[in-house]
């Protein structure tokens, strides 16, 4: 290539089919483009009706934000030791509704693995699971305040219920992915069907079910900590009655109470998961 066709300095021309590489393909960006377009419009029709044009209120109502502001900022922890009580019985509400989860969740799970049961059992089973876990923790909690009255058990049975869907459709995923061969094997010693099961199955996913377990309760127990607002124990019940009073510093303080125990319980389940995967 001559001086004059490539000045000193100047990047080489490149080929023509390097070119066409370079050049964007429209037809593939096409579907992407699309979504996009899209999602834009499904925003722009629930501007109105999601009331987002009232974000203007967290800058012109400025006394009232200032004053909720500052009694933020300074948490009154005079009743830390009752806190404490609370956050400790939100915490045993997560633990008692992912036990009961736990316990009915492995057979329920197995039995919505397509590779376990038939598919006249596992149909049924998984339209259950999905209503379980379709339904909002809160929702249950109503439902339960009204069946067994106010009080910690109607957040366990809350929290069972909705982990209890979560649960069966984590495990039976994690089945439905195992090594068949190890099965295989297990069969050709004559082995019956529950055998095959306890012997070639569970112990291939037993160390992602410890691990979604552990995921699971940490959720349960952020989750936990709202149940109190409807009556179904907790800390979320002395929230609301903070909240209620305006009493924003000792409500500042129980937020800070919940950030430090589901930031310690988070801490040591992924502790507790690295060691088990």
């Not at 070119?19 to 377009?37: E, G, S, V, Y």
């Not at 057979?107 to 397509?114: K, Y």
């Not at 094997?185 to 691990?211: H, N």
Request: proline residues 5%; charged residues 15%.
């Amino acid at each position: 290539m001559s001086q004059a066709s490539n000045p000193r300095g100047s990047l080489p021309e490149l080929s023509s089919a390097i070119q066409l590489q370079l050049k964007p393909d429209w037809k593939k960006r096409l579907p992407t483009i699309c979504i996009a377009i899209l999602v834009l419009v499904l925003l722009g029709l629930s501007y109105e009706p999601a009331e987002v044009f009232n974000w203007t209120y967290l800058f012109t109502d400025s006394a009232n934000m200032a004053m909720f502001i500052s009694d933020f900022l300074r948490p009154d922890f005079t009743d830390l030791g009752q806190m404490l009580g609370k956050m400790l019985e939100t915490i045993q509400i997560a633990l008692w509704g992912m036990a009961l989860s736990l316990v009915f969740g492995v057979p329920c799970g197995l039995l919505s693995a397509g590779n376990i049961a038939p598919v006249w059992i596992v149909q049924p089973m998984r339209r259950l699971m999905d209503a379980a876990r379709a339904i909002n923790e809160l929702v249950f909690a109503i439902l339960y305040v009204a069946a067994v009255g106010l009080g910690p058990f109607a957040g366990v049975m809350a929290l069972f219920i909705h982990n209890l869907g979560i649960i069966a459709k984590l495990f039976s995923e994690a089945v439905e992915a195992v090594d068949c061969r190890p099965v295989e094997g297990v069969e050709a010693t004559g082995a019956s069907r529950l055998q095959e099961i306890i012997y070639g199955v569970i112990p291939q996913v037993l160390p992602l079910w410890a691990s979604l377990a552990l995921y699971r309760f940490e959720t349960s127990v952020r989750s936990a900590t709202v149940l109190g607002i409807v009556g179904a124990g907790g800390i979320g019940f002395t929230f609301y009655e903070s909240f209620r009073a305006f009493q924003y510093d000792r409500a500042s303080a129980v937020i800070i109470v919940i950030i430090i125990s589901v930031t310690l319980t988070d801490i040591i389940s992924s502790w507790l998961r690295k060691k088990l995967i």
